[in-house]
């Protein structure tokens, strides 16, 4: 027989009625749902802007960096003959406002007349400047009629030194008019972590400010707009070959910036994990509503088996239902996730340094689609499949009673397998497949574990016998009672609660972490490009300033690691953690001692009148992720050259100390002959920090100072950008919680009215029905909040140590607070959820029920 | 309810000396030592203790006996809603104890017409809708026709488009009896039909349901408290604690007595 057209108009027939106690069913699923759609729209949009856009945020179809050193005359005839080429200068320099003689670090950028190949840099007229007339990047750059160059600035900056468009600002030893803000820089989204704003020179002004000499850290950035239907690919191949030994670093559109891909790969997939746990969260409160629906449907459906229905008509009919009321709530939840990049654009715009490309994309909505659906069925099908084994002899007697106990195998096996096809989506479906496969059994994991605990409690409350406290008898009667909430508000509270906690510890680790231990170790600035012949002059100024201490000053150089034991470093086979060591310049140092609180946990350090080939000490996590041992060869590109070492040591780094720490430092020759700078750090607090900028940034203009309270606020904030959205995510997940806690609650009223009626009629007053309830949620909210804390812990826990490869701090007060906060969220909305019934006349209650 | 002083009890048969009619290949349904114990949260509840029972067709049977003597588990099982635990039970030539839950379900569709006490409509449909269920199951193309013809025959045509909520009790049950016979069932099945409605109501309830019997000469069985309305049947059997304790005819004698209180409850 044909089953599914009845089942279809059966369900219509029912459909009718509306959407009374579904609404908790489609908020549950819109939720999680919009939470999926709205990250995975908003990842696709970053992505298509970065790709869109690419050339532009490169700011070439390649680019080239090429560090401390110009490309000689070969290379640059070399690309000229067979690309336009734009080269630009950045290093950081010392602003200097001459009119109040404030300064500041500055990202300086030094741009010739082809900048920019790709996009436009939008000029802003500054406050009084006349607006109808925007200068174009060229006029702002160039001479004006005084003879001083012009430049344009990050509104920042002019913000910091109190500086007004047609002010003037030093920078090394040339003064410049401060034309214009910048608005809109088109390859901003290449640059990496900058620790001032950004300041546009021209590439000729740059020469003559006294900040280009030999060794200073300069980087020269060669763009290259190939001829039209090039192959950029094969380009790459071709310069390789013809410059094997330059040593630059080599971006193309396609992957300009690599870093910045990763990081929207990384946040996004953590965000979808987050969402998913909202969905997860979501479908306990679709199983709660599927089971309320088809209890109060137990008459319905026994009159139709009495009728002559099969049990596959039951179960289609109510599987139709649900499914509508499923594709309802997803309908909802995609909309609200395919319009959520929208508003969020205007947000982050700010924020990220790339453009968002606002738009429709069909595949994140799709998926959060599946995800949807098969959370719904994964939930709904259990108590579908047990609807169908309503007795309808039941008929017979005063009450049909809803079924309990097991659901025939068939769907079991399909709930088994709709859970397995979420967790092959979430792992599938993703770069970081180690981590979601983590979150998948963790997940699985915690509602096995929270499912155990609700027939733990129920078991308990059994088997409790008869306390004495009436309040507590009582509890216990309702946690244990046939149709309690007790699953279904222990798996939402406890699935929520574990989210809040990971991510609450998880921040304040991180939080430790970087402001916690900090103050007192860590130098109030880094002094960078100090001259060698600068050096005795510079620790003269310093040691003269009252209140400054603990000078270290180390020579630094840049190089780049191209080959371990003879094999190219494109070809090594390295540590997904210790990747990092090979993408870009890594500063270098030699030294005759090793540096103070230097473990070295291999090899020996050299004599310190050591004047042979050079010997490298190593920092020991990097050199094992390169596979590397003492003995072994390592070959670093130095100003161009590839310089040959062998390792001596392996040493021990201290990273968060944030003093002046290296990868590699060689032993002194080789060298310290080539041309270097040196960098500084410096200890000083209050007034002798504000005297040290003074003098220092006085005596050396070439000097510059990186303040390192700003740089740790920059990386704080954007630490708390991610922290921001990982928090919201986790609201998303909590509101879920709530939403299912509710509706538990609810479900559960009709019974505890006439409870509480009939208590009332044997001589209860009303607080004593309200103790009880109190207790009932208290004991609820405890166990659950135990359970979920400790899984909430264990994930942070790994997170942190695992994956962040960070150390655990142990936060009991988080931990509490958020437990306990936990409780009483649960005791207040069960007061809530009943306060109701204690002001029923009893009478009534009975008459109606 | 009481549509009636009930008649004077006839003496019936003394215990166990009941002598079922033989079990017959041409019986509609067919009991034999049926022994059931149903097991509630409460504890073993309405057990049938060896029941034997075999009705021709086209006969009436009203079935009578105090709460809690199995007349609802007898139905029950006679509808194969529930299964003897052992014994044979025989409906329109089907072993039910033989057929599964799908197959059970297809028999009740062919063979069965049910009527509840508590009418037992679904909620969300309209009567004709209600009456059309057991027709659209059956896979009839013309279910709709026949439903709005069957409310017809019990008066209720212009109520067709009603919920069950919009009707009174007496319509419910008219609508329910509609749903009952439209498919022309073998055996008819009444649980107390009038149990819930007054007795002018239940009075007309009764009327029709006879009325339908006699037309298409379907077999009944009347599970009713009411003496007078079991003995407006042709044969009247009284059940105590899970078996059966008399099985008498009943209309032939009581006709008269039956009929009068449903023609004149009310005045």
């Not at chain 1, 453009?355 to 994140?364: E, K, L, N, R």
């Not at chain 1, 230097?598 to 990097?622: C, H, K, N």
């Not at chain 2, 339908?212 to 009284?238: K, M, N, P, S, W």
Request: proline share 5%; hydrophobic share 50%.
């Amino acid at each position: 027989m044909q089953s599914l057209p009845i089942a279809l108009r059966f369900a219509r027939r029912e459909l009718r009625g509306g959407l009374k106690g579904f609404r908790i069913f489609l908020a549950c699923l819109a939720l999680g749902v919009a939470a999926i759609a709205a990250v995975g729209s908003l990842a696709a949009a970053i992505v298509t802007g970065l790709e869109r856009d690419g050339r532009s945020i490169l700011g070439g179809d390649v680019e080239l960096r090429l560090v401390l050193r110009p490309a000689s005359p070969a290379e640059l005839d070399w690309l000229t003959a067979r690309a336009e080429v734009s080269q630009v200068v950045q290093t950081r320099a010392m602003a200097h406002a001459v009119a109040n003689d404030r300064r500041t670090l500055v990202e300086l950028k030094a741009v010739d007349a082809a900048y920019p190949l790709y996009g436009r840099a939008v000029l802003a007229a500054g406050p009084g400047a006349p607006s109808e007339a925007p200068l174009s990047l060229d006029d702002a750059l160039a001479s004006g009629a005084d003879g001083l160059p012009g430049a344009v600035a990050d509104p920042i900056l002019l913000q910091r030194l109190a500086l007004q468009p047609g002010d003037r600002l030093r920078v090394g030893t040339q003064d410049f008019v401060l034309r214009a803000a910048l608005q809109r820089e088109p390859d901003r989204g290449s640059a990496g972590l900058t620790l001032g704003p950004k300041l546009l020179v021209s590439r000729a002004a740059l020469e003559e400010t006294g900040l280009v000499t030999e060794g200073s850290l300069l980087f020269y950035f060669y763009r290259l707009k190939l001829p039209p239907g090039s192959d950029t690919a094969a380009f790459v191949t071709e310069m390789k070959a013809a410059f094997p030994e330059a040593g630059w670093r080599v971006l193309d559109w396609r992957n300009g910036n690599p870093g910045l891909r990763q990081f929207v790969d990384r946040i996004g997939l953590f965000l979808v994990l987050v969402g998913l746990t909202a969905l997860l969260v979501g479908g306990v409160g679709v199983a709660n509503a599927v089971k309320s629906y088809l209890d109060g449907k137990t008459v319905t459906i026994a009159i139709l088996k009495c009728l002559g229905a099969p049990g596959q008509v039951i179960f289609q009919t109510y599987l139709v239902q649900i499914l509508v009321l499923a594709l309802g709530g997803i309908a909802i939840g995609l909309a609200l996730g395919a319009v959520a990049p929208v508003a969020l654009a205007a947000l982050l715009e700010d924020v990220l340094p790339v453009p968002i490309a606002v738009g429709f994309y069909p595949g994140p909505l799709l998926l959060a689609l599946l995800y949807g659906l098969l959370t719904a069925l994964a939930f709904a099908l259990w108590p579908l499949a047990r609807a169908r084994e309503v007795s309808p002899a039941g008929l017979f007697r005063a009450a049909a009673a809803p079924p309990g106990g097991w659901p025939r195998r068939g769907y079991i096996l399909a709930t088994g397998a709709m859970f397995l096809a979420l967790a092959a989506i979430a792992v599938l479906t993703t770069a970081a497949q180690d981590f979601a496969l983590g979150f998948v059994l963790g997940a699985a994991a915690s509602l096995v574990l929270l499912r155990l605990l609700a027939v733990g409690i129920t078991r308990a409350a059994r088997r409790a016998g008869r306390p004495r406290i009436a309040a507590v008898r009582l509890a216990l009667a309702s946690i244990c009672r046939p149709g309690a909430a007790t699953p279904g508000i222990v798996l939402s509270l406890g699935l929520g609660l574990s989210l809040l906690v990971t991510v609450a510890l998880i921040q304040g680790n991180m939080n430790a972490e970087i402001g916690g231990r900090m103050p007192e170790e860590v130098p109030a600035f880094f002094f960078i490009d100090i001259q060698s012949d600068q050096v005795a002059a510079f620790d003269e100024v310093v040691t003269a300033v009252p209140g400054a201490s603990g000078l270290d000053r180390v020579p630094m150089l840049r190089g780049r690691i191209s080959a371990a034991n003879g094999v190219p470093a494109d070809e090594l086979t390295v540590a997904e953690d210790q990747r990092w060591v090979l993408r870009g310049d890594r500063g270098i140092t030699y030294a005759a001692a090793p540096p103070e609180n230097t473990e070295i946990v291999e090899g020996d350090w050299w004599p310190a009148d050591y004047d042979g080939p050079p010997l490298i000490s190593m920092e020991v996590d990097a050199a094992r992720g390169l596979g590397l041992a003492v003995g072994d060869s390592l070959t670093v590109n130095v100003l161009g050259r590839d310089v040959t070492g062998t390792i001596a040591n392996l040493r021990e780094v201290d990273w968060s100390s944030l003093g002046i720490n290296f990868v590699m430092i060689y032993s002194p020759g080789l060298l310290s002959a080539a041309p270097h700078t040196h960098l500084a750090t410096v200890h000083a607090e209050g007034a002798a920090e504000e005297a040290l900028f003074r003098d220092v940034t006085d005596a050396f203009p070439n000097v510059s100072v990186v303040r390192v309270k700003e740089a740790l606020q920059e990386v704080n904030r954007l630490l708390a950008q991610v922290a921001m959205a990982v928090r919201s995510a986790a609201g998303i997940t909590l509101l879920a919680g709530i939403l299912v806690l509710a509706g538990a609650i609810v479900a559960g009223r009709r019974t505890r009215l006439r409870e509480a009626a009939i208590l009332k009629v044997l001589g209860a007053t009303r607080a004593d029905v309200l103790r009880a309830m109190i207790v009932e949620y208290a004991i609820l909210g405890l166990a659950t909040a135990v359970v979920g804390g400790l899984v909430g812990w264990i994930a942070a826990w790994v997170v942190i140590t695992q994956v962040m490869g960070a150390e655990w701090v142990m936060l009991p007060g988080t931990l509490l607070l958020t437990a306990l906060g936990a409780m009483a969220l649960t005791v207040l909305l069960g007061l809530a959820g009943t306060w109701q019934i204690l002001s029923q006349r009893p009478a009534r209650v009975l008459r109606e029920i | 309810m009481n549509l009636t002083n009930p008649p004077t009890a006839r003496p019936s048969l003394p215990d166990g000396a009941s002598a079922p009619a033989p079990a017959t290949a041409t019986a509609m349904v067919d009991l034999h030592d049926v022994h059931l114990t149903l097991v509630g949260t409460a504890g073993p509840v309405n057990i049938l203790r060896g029941l034997s029972l075999a009705i021709a067709p086209g006969q009436s049977v009203g079935v009578v006996g105090p709460s809690g003597s199995g007349k609802s588990t007898l139905l029950a099982v006679m509808a194969g809603l529930e299964r003897a635990q052992s014994g044979t039970v025989t409906v329109a030539g089907n072993n039910l104890s033989a057929l599964g839950e799908d197959a059970l379900a297809l028999f009740r569709r062919r063979h069965l017409g049910i009527v509840f006490q508590s009418f037992h409509l679904i909620p969300t449909m309209t009567a004709v809708e209600n009456v059309a269920v057991p027709l659209e199951l059956a896979g009839r193309r013309d279910a709709f026709d026949l439903a709005e013809s069957a409310l017809d025959s019990v008066g209720l045509a212009h109520r067709r488009t009603h919920y069950p909520t919009q009707l009174s009790g007496g319509e419910q049950q008219r609508v329910a009896l509609a749903r009952a016979a439209a498919g022309e069932p073998d055996l008819l099945l009444a649980d107390e039909p009038t149990g819930n409605l007054d007795a002018g109501t239940g009075g007309a309830i009764v009327d029709l349901m006879f009325a339908l019997q006699a037309r298409h000469g379907t077999t009944l069985v009347l599970i009713t408290h009411d003496e007078a309305l079991a003995r407006a049947c042709d044969r009247l059997v009284r059940i105590s604690d899970g078996r059966i304790v008399a099985d008498e005819p009943a209309r032939a004698a009581a006709a008269a007595a039956a009929r009068r209180p449903t023609g004149t409850a009310g005045d």
